[in-house]
Structure formats: C-alpha cells, structure tokens
C-alpha cells in the first residue's frame, strides 16, 4: 500500500473516531442534563447541580472534538470522564459523601456510563492514533521529497 492511501486511512479513521467520540460524550451530556431536569421538582440540591455542570461541560466537550483542538483538549476531557466515572463507582457503595448508604445502579446510570465508557475508549485510541501519526510525521515528510 502506497504512503499516500495509509495516510487516507488513518485519516478517515481519525474523522470517524473524533465522530464518534463528539456523539458519546454529547449524549452522556444529554444524560446528565435529564437527571438534572428531572430532579428540580424536588428543588435544586447540591447533586443537581453536579448533574447540571458535568451535562453542560459534557455538551461544551462535543466542541474541542468536533473542531480537533489538539491532544490537550483529548486528554483534560478522558481525564475529566474518568473522574466522572470513578465517582459514579465511589457512589454505588456505602461511604460517607453518600451518608453511609450506596446510591441504587438503575437503567439511566448504566446508559449514562456505557456513553462515558465509550468516550474514554475511543479517545485513547484518538490519543494513540494523533501519537502516532506525529512520529511519523518527519518519515512522510522525507518520503515526499
């Protein structure tokens, strides 16, 4: 296979990836945000807004993808989904920030974290792909000439 078709590949991988990376963390936004929304009738509570915050920045990060603002971006929002994820594990047993008893683990939070699951997935392969491509990089540019 020729220099230039690998480079195509990876390229339209890369475009499907950064897709499908925008897609999980957008709905897992949408997820939080339907949480919050659905908790205001008992009143705004400190977990509201937690759901409310993590929806929209979940929603904002569709942005930094999208639009490929580079390795950082992908790495502050895998890092950002981890801790969303380790928190959801850490509320799901009995501790003292949930005042001794595990929070139940219904239908919405398993989706919730299936898209979060996906998101930190296919962003490492994002990383994995960008890392490579950027050692290859002097390669290609000798090859050309």
């Known amino acids: ?3 230039k078709d690998k480079q195509t ?3 339209s991988t890369l475009y499907y990836l950064l897709i499908a990376a925008a897609i999980t963390t957008g709905m897992a936004g949408i997820l939080h945000l339907r949480l919050f929304f659905t908790g205001l009738d008992r009143g705004i509570s400190d977990i509201g807004i937690f759901f409310l915050v993590s929806g929209v920045l979940q929603l904002f990060w569709v942005i930094p993808v999208i639009r490929r603002w580079g390795r950082p971006w992908y790495y502050f929002g895998l890092g950002g989904t981890i801790v969303l994820v380790v928190i959801w594990g850490m509320t799901r047993v009995p501790n003292p920030i949930t005042h001794g008893r595990a929070l139940p683990i219904n239908s919405m939070s398993i989706v919730t974290e299936l898209f979060e699951f996906a998101f930190i997935t296919i962003t ?4 994995i ?3 490579e491509r950027s050692k290859r990089a ?3 540019k000798q090859d050309v000439k």
């Open 1 to 3: 296979m020729k220099q």
């Open 9 to 11: 590949n990876v390229h």
């Open 124 to 127: 490492a392969i994002i990383i």
């Open 129 to 131: 792909i960008s890392n």
């Open 138 to 140: 002097p390669e290609i």
